[in-house]
């Protein structure tokens, strides 16, 4: 019965990530973040079909992403409910489940992947896996990367300010590189990434940044991204996606000044397995299974790390790439945060 109970409230929040990407599509967590409204009212505000409207607004109701109120028939949202779900600015949940229903579209290539042990890259998911993981990671990056990351690194915050110089590998869309830039107005920042659509995409958000003389974007692997002398590397929870991660750290060796730093985030996990059996843990290891174990599968070097591989595993890694400095300089719920040198 305990399974049972379990599995029911799986079975309704797997479903009830649909309801919640249809609200975002739409933008109704903001129309709803206006004031209460009953669904009528709700549908003169959206432009949307009341039947269809009331049906959402109680199953969001159900699942506590929305307030209702018996006594008026009105619907609305809490201070903390419009911070998630609403405000562009905070941590953007729907754009997880964005993330979440777009890797599930490639299920049947995965499941062939089980049988024959190919991977699946990248650029061959839906376009929503992209979009969605550069909504809900840029609100992280927002909150920690220029007050909290940068600052708990030796020296990186000075060179930056006096106008470093910045490779950001596996960039995706750029937020990263985005911020740094409007952060340290000396600095010049280079991104790459493999998926030459992503770096399209960089390219334009960094143009409407008003950046975009200061941040160049190539279409690059980790283990062959341009330059050398850089003050800083960066990589946003990408090298456990990397088929040959120890070339890429070498690369990283390469390209770094004598005394520069290599900014290396990661998913936060454990070097001990079942301390990662927790909500946060085993959302990691299906998001590995669908994505990141493929991609390193799809890749030269049959090296994959997952999503889940602990720090133990990335600081031989780091080592056998003729680093020599090693620490875990930051972390939060979601990451972990190291500071290599040479």
Not at 114 to 130: I, L, M, N, Q, Y
Not at 149 to 178: H, N, Q, T, Y
Not at 316 to 322: D, N
Request: aromatic residues 10%; contains cysteine.
């Amino acid at each position: 019965m305990e399974l049972l109970e379990r599995f029911a409230a799986d079975l309704a929040a797997t479903e009830a990530a649909g309801l919640t990407v249809v609200g975002h599509r739409l933008g109704l967590y903001r129309a709803l973040a206006e004031g209460p409204a009953t669904p009528e009212s709700f549908a003169d505000r959206t432009g949307c079909h009341p039947r269809y409207l009331t049906e959402w607004l109680r199953g969001q109701a159900a699942g506590g992403y929305v307030t209702y109120e018996p006594a008026t028939g009105e619907f609305s949202l809490t201070a903390e409910q419009a911070f998630l779900l609403a405000d562009p600015d905070g941590p953007n949940v729907p754009a997880a489940f964005l993330l979440a229903l777009g890797m599930l579209r490639a299920e049947p290539k995965i499941t062939e992947a089980f049988r024959t042990g190919a991977g699946v890259g990248w650029h061959e998911h839906h376009e929503d896996v992209f979009t969605g993981c550069d909504a809900f990671y840029r609100p992280g990056y927002v909150a920690n990367l220029v007050p909290n990351w940068i600052p708990a690194l030796d020296g990186v915050e000075e060179k930056l300010a006096a106008g470093g110089r910045v490779a950001d590998i596996g960039c995706g869309f750029g937020a990263s590189a985005v911020l740094l830039a409007k952060a340290y107005p000396r600095a010049t920042v280079t991104g790459s990434d493999y998926h030459a659509a992503s770096i399209e995409q960089a390219r334009k958000q960094a143009a409407e940044a008003g950046v975009g003389d200061r941040v160049t974007f190539e279409v690059a692997t980790a283990q062959g991204f341009s330059g050398t002398g850089y003050d800083l590397v960066t990589m946003f929870d990408c090298l456990h996606d990397m088929g040959d991660p120890l070339a890429a750290a070498r690369r990283v060796f390469e390209a770094l000044a004598p005394d520069g730093t290599w900014l290396l985030v990661e998913p936060y996990a454990s070097d001990t397995v079942e301390e990662n059996f927790t909500p946060l843990g085993r959302g990691f290891y299906s998001g590995s299974t669908f994505l990141c174990l493929p991609n390193a599968l799809s890749q030269p070097g049959g090296h994959a790390l997952g999503a889940q591989a602990g720090e133990a595993p990335i600081r031989a890694l780091a080592e056998q790439a003729g680093f020599t400095q090693f620490r875990r300089a930051a972390q939060t719920p979601f990451n972990i945060v190291y500071e290599i040198r040479r």
